[in-house]
């Protein structure tokens, strides 16, 4: 006498439920994941700064405490060129990939924006892509610049009354058009690590602020995020500082600290 087996196979409402829990599931966890990568490269990104930050350290040591020009003409050979502050500092640094942040690494082509203000060598150092911009009221123009046509002398570490709050370097771009919110080569901090970007500052240390889209000085009337346009002609979300800080609320990470009657505050030395 044989045996008769039963075989039980999904219900079709049963394989949708699966699916459909599968698809929660995905959907709960990517987003989880895509952020802890992000803090990843936050994490690489912010030793990115303390890198640049103790090279600058170093250079001013053997430079009587006084920090490199932002930027003037050159030659590499016959042929003009510009050589910037990064070219100034790489001796210390001697790896081009620290300039890059992992979020964006090809933030600025550095190299073509010499080459369209014509200076055939573009940045003499062999500079071409970087994520972040300089305070350039700490990176001066110098005196008589034969560049930019600028007379700022250089800066010394002892004129600057709070290094700890005085930024080096930030995330962020360079605005290369004027006619899109920033005024020409403005230098706007950019939050790529999930609302945060990394700074570094001119007593050496690097850390994190938060920034939002809305609520800078200059928003449009409606208080919305403006896009601008940069370097590599593609869309830039305004940011603004929300850490207490000399830069809160503002866009840049610009100026000397200071402190007046009101509290914080930044300002050139020029």
Same mark, same amino acid.
């Given at each position: ?26 959907a709960i966890l990517f987003p989880v994941f895509a952020r802890a990568r992000e803090k990843a490269r936050q994490t690489s990104c912010l030793s990115n700064q303390k890198q640049m930050a103790l090279a600058a350290m170093q250079y001013l040591q053997d430079y009587d405490e006084t920090f ?30 620290? &300039? ?7 933030? !600025? ?6 080459? !369209? ?7 003499? +150092? ?31 570490? #002892? ?16 605005? #290369? ?6 005024? !020409? ?16 500052? @001119?007593?050496?240390? #690097?850390?994190?602020?938060? #920034? ?23 869309? &830039? ?19 000397? @600290? ?9 300002? +050139?030395?020029?």
């Amino acid at each position: 006498m044989g045996f008769q087996t039963s075989r039980r196979a999904f219900t079709l409402i049963e394989l949708l439920v699966v699916i459909a829990i599968i698809a929660i599931l995905a959907a709960i966890l990517f987003p989880v994941f895509a952020r802890a990568r992000e803090k990843a490269r936050q994490t690489s990104c912010l030793s990115n700064q303390k890198q640049m930050a103790l090279a600058a350290m170093q250079y001013l040591q053997d430079y009587d405490e006084t920090f490199p020009m932002s930027v003037y003409m050159a030659f590499r050979g016959n042929i003009p060129c510009a050589f910037t502050f990064l070219s100034a500092i790489e001796p210390y640094v001697k790896n081009k990939q620290v &300039y890059q942040c992992p979020s964006e690494p090809r933030a !600025l082509d550095i190299d073509a924006a010499f080459r !369209l203000l014509g200076l055939p060598g573009g940045e003499c +150092g062999g500079f071409t892509w970087a994520s972040y911009n300089f305070n350039y009221a700490v990176f001066e123009d110098g005196n008589n610049n034969n560049l930019t046509g600028a007379n700022h002398a250089v800066v010394k570490l #002892a004129e600057i009354q709070y290094p700890a709050e005085t930024t080096l370097a930030s995330d962020g771009n360079l605005a #290369a058009r004027s006619n899109c919110g920033f005024n !020409l080569f403005d230098s706007p901090a950019q939050a790529r690590h999930n609302e945060i970007a990394n700074a570094s500052y @001119a007593d050496g240390h #690097a850390k994190t602020f938060k #920034a939002k889209e809305s609520g800078c000085v200059g928003m449009n009337v409606n208080g919305n995020a403006l896009k601008q346009y940069c370097i590599q002609q593609g869309a &830039y979300t305004r940011w603004c500082n929300q850490q207490p800080a000399p830069d809160v609320c503002r866009d840049e990470l610009w100026g000397v @600290a200071d402190q007046d009657q009101w509290g914080w505050c930044a300002r +050139g030395l020029r």
